[in-house]
């Protein structure tokens, strides 16, 4: 079992920067791959990010590249999402998720992965 707590965000203006991070527990965090969601409301649940348990393969969405890095810190059981530039249109709930098995794939459905965080609201102000 493998509990996950998202932190980090807030509200901020167009052009700044948040970083969010996500705690995990477990034992097994370093087998797992891992990946940042979002769901505006009204909207469906989407994939921002993802990265695979050694860190050395990561995925975005077109809409987040090149603003928004993945990271994670095995030895501390922590992921990250750096969000620069943030548009008025990234506000939304951001969730963690973490996929138990095939660890060494990027998994971009949210139906592949198996654990979630309850979420942290990022709120960008034009």
């Known amino acids: 079992q493998v509990q996950l707590v998202e932190s980090g965000g807030g509200l901020v203006q167009a052009g700044d920067s948040l970083r969010l991070s996500c705690a995990a527990s477990?034992?097994?965090?370093?087998?797992?791959?891992m990946g940042w969601f979002r769901q505006a409301p009204g909207k469906e649940r989407n994939i921002v990010a993802a990265?695979?348990?050694?860190?050395?393969?990561?995925y975005y969405a077109d809409s987040v590249k090149g603003r928004f890095t993945i990271s994670r810190d095995n030895a501390k059981n922590l992921v990250y999402l750096q969000m620069n530039s943030l548009k008025p249109e990234d506000t939304a709930v951001y969730y963690c998720?973490?996929?138990?098995?095939?660890?060494?794939?990027?998994?971009?459905?949210?139906?592949?992965?198996?654990?979630w965080g309850q979420g942290t609201q990022v709120t960008v102000s034009s």
């Open positions: 990265i695979t348990w050694s860190g050395g393969s990561t």
């Open positions: 998720a973490a996929r138990s098995n095939m660890g060494r794939t990027i998994a971009v459905f949210d139906w592949q992965y198996d654990y």
């Open positions: 477990g034992r097994t965090f370093n087998s797992y791959a």
